[in-house]
Nanobody, 111 residues
């Protein structure tokens, strides 16, 4: 059973940055699509970004130019660098690979 563990969330002011990490207990990131999702209070979970095994990335329009997904296969870890954060980015951020999900990490952006 593979486990995904997110970390790096916290409280930051608008315009600030956070770097989220997602560590996998097995070597699944290098051969599968990995995604970051988020769920804001009272809203449905939404896809934020993905990275393919070949390194191709996709971003939802609302984070383009501000967020960057990357992967370190040697560490079985995927990162989400979030810059120029806005209050509307406040959410629990989840990592997903195949049918595995982490428990999420909360990022709160104050205005």
């Amino acid at each position: 059973q593979v486990q995904l563990v997110e970390s790096g969330g916290g409280l930051v002011q608008a315009g600030g940055s956070l770097r989220l990490s997602c560590a996998a207990s097995g070597k699944i990131f290098s051969i599968n699509l990995v995604g970051w999702y988020r769920q804001a209070p009272g809203k449905q979970r939404e896809l934020v970004t993905t990275i393919s095994p070949g390194g191709n990335t996709h971003y939802v329009d609302s984070v383009k130019g501000r967020f960057t997904i990357s992967r370190d296969n040697a560490k079985n870890t995927v990162y989400l660098q979030m810059n120029s954060l806005k209050p509307e980015d406040t959410a629990v951020y989840y990592c997903n690979c195949m049918y595995y999900w982490g428990k999420g990490t909360l990022a709160t952006v104050s205005s």
